[in-house]
């Protein structure tokens, strides 16, 4: 699908999706669980969708509940309705209870890397075989620390070269002391879901030689202390130990705004000055993405938190807003995104409209997302005017100030976060922007596109 987005203002109050990180945690936790969970106001994206079926077919029952929602971002079933929950029945939890091998059909996780990480690790918990695999960019993205791990476990691991699907694991899970590096927090979060309950008496103890993006571990934490589980960690996350033998219990409640889709509509105020009024985000929760917000206010936007009691519910008894604007020009400045690394495409597209060099470092892992994505993004910036260094481990862009970009055609590359940047760098170009592999967008931020007025 090729996208035309148009110049144009852009000044909106607007729901942010859920967070994909949270809903994919969620459902594999209910998934693992016993008794029936209420998972409300997910994201209804292909991820998550893939994370759905994938659990589906190890044994949870899913059931979608869909009603008259107007300021939910999901997209609607032909009858008007839109996804408002899931009700998940768990299939157990000590050794995978009630969980399904794969047969001879491989479990397709689509493009959706949390999901196969994550999953990889929870079905090691069966003495089932189960076989993943899935999309183009998700064959080339290794589970190799992750297989290494699950092996020193004792977990019995195939896979294609470089540790790419197809992938096979099957248990049991015998417990021990592993060694792993995690350019990718999914590795870890992956260990330290599935280890609670592998069977009771096993202790799995875990080395960190490695951690980036620290805030997805203290996200995955923060579910497992919501759950009782009792696990062993240094202050640095570099050793843990956590004894098998646990339960999920069912898990209730709605799911918190994403900030890492929320960091494309605050990208677009800081580009064309806003006013863009978020909703749906919570300011206390712990996803290192809402460090964009602060990255905004050092390079000159006026970014405002406020609580709107108007909208409180005895779910969710303080709703936040979060308006971002700016009146004066764009600072350049140096920026680490180690914790966070999807920040990349939209930080790379908001510094080309800033005064002065941008520095964006730490960062060498964005090279293992969908797409080596500070290539990706140097090469499509410069089809834009946009002159750029590229680093090993990050991106040095050198603004424009209020020129920003030229319009002009990119290549998405099928990588959502890519798309998104470029459409929303777009809003303030010179001219219009053709995104070539725009389909991609609905992976996280369905009818992102739309908002923005594009033509397919």
Known sequence: ???????????ETLRIPASKSHTIRRLILAALGEGVSAIDYPLDSLDARSCLSVCRALGAEIA??????????????????????????????????????????????????????????????????????????I??????????????????????????????????????????????????????????????????????????????????LSYLKAQGIPFQDTEDFSRFSIPGGARYRPMNGPV?????????????????????????????????????????????????????????TNTNPVEWSLTVSRTGPLRGGEFDLN?????????????AYAEGDTALVNVAHARIKETDRITVMAEELGKLGVRTTERPDGLIIHG?????????????????RIVMALAAGALGAAGPVEIAAAESAAVTYPGFLEMLGAIS
């Open 339 to 351: 914790a966070t690394p999807d920040l990349l495409p939209m930080m790379a597209v908001t510094a």
């Open 1 to 11: 699908m090729q996208a035309t987005i148009s110049p144009g203002h852009f000044s």
């Open 64 to 137: 979608e509940r869909r009603a008259d929602y107007p300021g939910c971002p999901n997209p609607a079933d032909g009858e008007g309705k839109r996804l408002v929950g899931w009700t998940v029945r768990g299939f157990g939890a000590e050794t995978g209870g009630g969980m399904k091998g794969s047969g001879t059909t491989p479990l397709d996780v689509g493009n959706s890397g949390t999901t196969l990480f994550l999953v990889l690790a929870a079905a090691a918990l069966g003495d089932v075989p189960v076989t993943f695999t899935g999309d183009e960019q």
């Open 256 to 312: 918190p705004g994403d900030f890492s889709s929320a960091a494309f509509p605050g990208g677009i105020a800081a580009i064309t000055g806003g006013p863009v009024t978020l909703l749906g985000l919570d300011r206390e929760d712990t996803q290192g993405d809402k460090a964009f917000f602060d990255m905004l206010s050092e390079m000159g936007c006026a970014v405002e938190w406020s609580r709107n009691l108007q909208r409180s």
């Open 139 to 220: 064959a080339r993205r290794s589970a190799g620390p992750l297989l290494d791990a699950l092996s020193g476990l004792g977990i019995a691991v195939e896979s294609a070269p470089g540790g790419c699907v197809p992938i096979t694991v099957r248990g049991p899970w015998k417990g021990g002391r592993v060694s792993i590096d995690c350019p990718t927090s999914q590795y870890l979060s992956a260990l330290l879901l599935a280890a609670p309950l592998a069977p009771a008496g096993t202790v799995t103890e875990i080395d960190v030689a490695l951690l980036n993006e620290k805030p997805y571990i203290e996200m995955t």
């Open 400 to 416: 424009n100030g209020a020129k920003g970009l030229t319009g002009g055609q990119v290549d998405g590359r099928g990588d959502h």
